[in-house]
């Protein structure tokens, strides 16, 4: 428009390209006499600036806690399985895969301990124990937890998890052979083979427990049984599984599986 402002009137031009004659003006203000004072301050903001700006408006900012203690420590004698996951935590149907994995918690009385399992399809925590010690006990009730929950399982169910003790210990073992659940674990130090789990402790620790100071092991214990199955199983939208929650998800997939045994019934007696 500059350029041929000379040949075409300024308005028919706006009107051809579909701009405003005011936008072109404010252009050429800007080209003729420098960005604005707003423009301007915006260039030399800096973290100090956003910070103070944050407090006025009463914002807070959420980021993860640094601290990430050590896990996994493998047992050297323990036997070896293999990596029936590779990666795909979600097979397209429910009680495929289920992953698991311990975390730390801080509390005013030391550290707490958190098994989970959860499902690789819904997402759901299906079963959790929290403990002050991480020894196999601990796993072992997070997975009966979810073994009771389900009831039913398929007979290639896959318990995924790391190759810490816990995990490889005799205790677990003899109990997935119990329950008729396969082992499966990534390799040693590789997080990526084990990132739902990780990516479930990120979600508790910086959208909840590291929100606030926890002064009793007893009051985190029952704040984060909560959070995990009023919260997170029932309330928290998940882009992965369109915006709805993991309970409202297997229930959706529970009437869907009705729908289709009664239309198949109907069929039958036609």
Request: one cysteine or more; proline letters at 3%; a positive charge.
């Amino acid at each position: 428009m500059d350029a041929e402002k000379a040949n075409f009137e300024i308005t028919r031009m706006a009107r051809l390209l579909g701009v405003t004659r005011q936008g072109y003006y404010a252009w050429q203000r800007r080209r003729q006499h420098g960005p604005g004072s707003r423009a301007q301050r915006r260039t030399v903001i800096d973290r100090k600036t956003v910070a103070a700006s944050m407090r006025r408006q009463g914002l807070e900012g959420i980021s993860p806690s640094m601290f990430t203690p050590v896990t996994t420590i493998q047992d050297p004698a323990a036997r070896g399985f293999a990596d029936h996951a590779q990666r795909r935590w979600d097979q397209g149907r429910l009680d495929a895969i289920w992953i698991s994995d311990i975390t730390y918690l801080r509390t005013g009385e030391g550290w707490l301990y958190l098994a989970a399992v959860r499902d690789g399809h819904s997402r759901r925590v299906l079963g959790w124990a929290m403990d002050e010690c991480q020894d196999a006990g601990l796993v072992d009730r997070a997975l009966r937890m979810a073994r009771t929950l389900r009831r039913d399982v398929p007979d290639d169910l896959v318990f995924h998890a790391d190759r810490g003790t816990q995990y490889t210990s005799k205790t677990l073992f003899e109990t997935c052979e119990e329950l008729g659940i396969r082992q499966s674990m990534g390799r040693t130090g590789v997080c990526w083979d084990n990132a739902m789990a990780e990516s479930f402790w990120a979600t508790l620790k910086t959208e909840f427990y590291d929100r606030r100071s926890w002064p009793t092991r007893a009051e985190a214990r029952r704040e984060v049984a909560r959070w995990i199955e009023i919260v997170f199983n029932r309330r928290r939208l998940h882009s992965s599984l369109d915006y709805t929650s993991p309970v409202a998800f297997e229930n959706a997939i529970d009437r869907d599986q009705a729908e289709t045994e009664e239309h198949t019934d109907q069929a039958q007696a036609a």
